[in-house]
């Protein structure tokens, strides 16, 4: 068995999970169904990577990244487009984060490495 990761490594998608989840909430209320289940699944992905039984292949770790990126850039789009107050920034700036982290996931250990 191999052995738990650390809990330094699952932290982010811990932070994560409670991002998504209470967006979802929010989008729920606003009539935002679409928005809602795709915060609830990115949600439970990170939620699933977080338990920390085994680590993440690089890919499914990009694709995590990626997914979050994405979530967190529609739910911005979402909010500046009903006139937020700085919420949205918050979110770019999310989603300019797992951006970067999936680069730097991808480039530091090269397109072979696992």
Not at 71 to 77: D, E, F, S
């Amino acid at each position: 068995m191999p052995p738990p990761v650390p809990f330094r490594r699952r932290l982010p998608f811990l932070i994560a999970t409670l991002l998504f989840v209470l967006s979802a909430g929010d989008a729920f209320s606003q009539g935002r169904v679409a928005v809602g289940l795709l915060s609830v699944v990115v949600g439970a992905l990170n939620l699933g990577a977080a338990r920390g039984r085994t680590h993440l292949t690089r890919y499914n770790e990009l694709g995590l990244f990626l997914g979050d990126a994405a979530v967190a850039l529609i739910t911005g789009l979402l909010a500046w487009q009903d006139g937020a107050q700085g919420v949205h920034y918050v979110w770019f700036v999310a989603s300019a984060a797992y951006f970067i982290a999936a680069g730097v996931r991808y480039s530091k250990h090269g397109p072979d490495a696992s």
